[in-house]
């Protein structure tokens, strides 16, 4: 049985109720017991939607998909410590955000939801948009107005219609929010996204034999990355699967850090703060809307935040392109708070993280 829970008063809504927020205005979580079943995933493709049953989407009929997921899992060196890297940038539209989006659409689909809206820097832009004209459902998409023009041309191809405005990204969610009589299909908002995010947490763990990272890395602006993969690694937790939780690191941008500030405050909420323009547009988030939610998950797994400066990401990012791997700059934050925490880190320890954007959708930056 699927419901959805407000996090702040603890209203309950049903599955089939279109809605992506409470009436009290607060957040709204998918409350729901994943089933694993070993035989018939050991007889489908690989990719994502091979764990069908731990997916919240009730006919597979409704499934709107490319066949995505299951992205390699290679090692990199760096400097002597091994980590172990999910290629997520080779998802269709170029980015993880297409984990989310494959099943946020396909319940949008579900619903009978014909017309959506969403906001994004870009990349979550481009997966609704591509998930939408594949299901031929009806996108708008707000974006700020330093959102990259490689991402707008990709979102525009895709046929949905792009809406520039003014400022930053809480600016474009605001405007994209005042439309009232259209769905919001908001990876941040909207639940759903998270629980197709959560499939890089079942992938890496099948890929290291059903074992546990002890660190999962990973970048840091709305979180949808890293609270799926909370979600992800609880599930498996409570099935008895892996043993263990792994420590959840976060990376944001020295330019914006709101969640690492917070952190080493010891507050549990976000405050507001005085950000500057990144590199890394897609953690670019002053306001996150699940910002107290990405402290908890890091907190409650013993985890940390790090922040990087933009000579640190310049530096990464073209470090990497000399080695052959052609990413956004979101991405390269985290081989920036790697290379600085090393040392740190035992030998022993399997370190894992993501690159989450293809280059190719941000070519100011080479």
Not at 215 to 234: D, E, M, Q, S, Y
């Amino acid at each position: 049985m699927v419901k959805l829970v407000c996090s702040s008063c603890q209203q309950c809504y049903s599955e089939n109720d279109p809605r992506w927020q409470c009436d009290c205005g607060g957040l709204l979580d998918v409350q729901f017991t994943p089933e694993f079943d070993a035989d018939k995933m050991q007889h489908r493709p690989f990719t994502m939607w091979r764990y069908r049953e731990a997916i919240p989407v009730l006919h597979d009929s409704n499934i709107v998909s490319f066949y995505e997921g299951f992205t390699p899992l290679i090692d990199i060196d760096m400097d002597g410590l091994t980590v172990k890297v999910k290629m997520d940038h080779l998802f269709p539209s170029g980015s993880f955000k297409d984990r989310g989006a494959s099943v946020l659409i396909s319940k949008v689909k579900e619903l009978g939801v014909h017309h959506v809206v969403e906001d994004s820097s870009g990349n979550a832009g481009a997966a609704i948009a591509a998930y939408c004209a594949r299901a031929r459902i009806e996108c708008d998409i707000y974006v700020s107005s330093f959102a990259s023009p490689e991402k707008l041309r990709h979102i525009e191809s895709m046929g949905a219609r792009v809406h520039k405005v003014p400022g930053s990204r809480e600016d474009a969610a605001e405007a994209a929010q005042a439309s009232r009589t259209v769905y919001y299909a908001s990876h941040a908002w909207n639940p759903y996204f998270l629980h197709g995010t959560k499939t890089l947490a079942y992938e890496m763990c099948e890929q290291l034999d059903w074992r546990a990272p002890d660190r999962l890395v990973v970048p840091v602006g709305n979180g949808t990355l890293l609270l799926g993969a909370f979600i992800g690694f609880t599930e498996l937790l409570n099935a008895g699967i892996i043993d263990k939780m792994p420590k959840l690191i976060a990376v944001q941008t020295a330019n914006c850090a709101p969640c690492a500030e917070a952190f080493r405050k010891g507050k549990d909420d976000i405050s507001a703060i005085d950000s500057k323009p990144t590199l890394a547009e897609g953690i670019a988030v002053a306001q996150p809307v699940r910002g107290s939610q990405i402290i908890s998950a890091v907190r409650n797994t013993d985890g940390d935040f790090l922040t990087v400066s933009e000579n640190d990401i310049k530096e990464w990012l073209h470090h990497l392109y000399r080695r052959g791997y052609y990413i956004e700059p979101t991405s390269a934050v985290v081989f920036a708070a790697l290379s600085r925490c090393g040392q740190k880190i035992a030998k022993n320890e399997v370190i894992v993280t993501v690159i989450t954007g293809h280059g190719l959708k941000t070519q100011k930056y080479t």
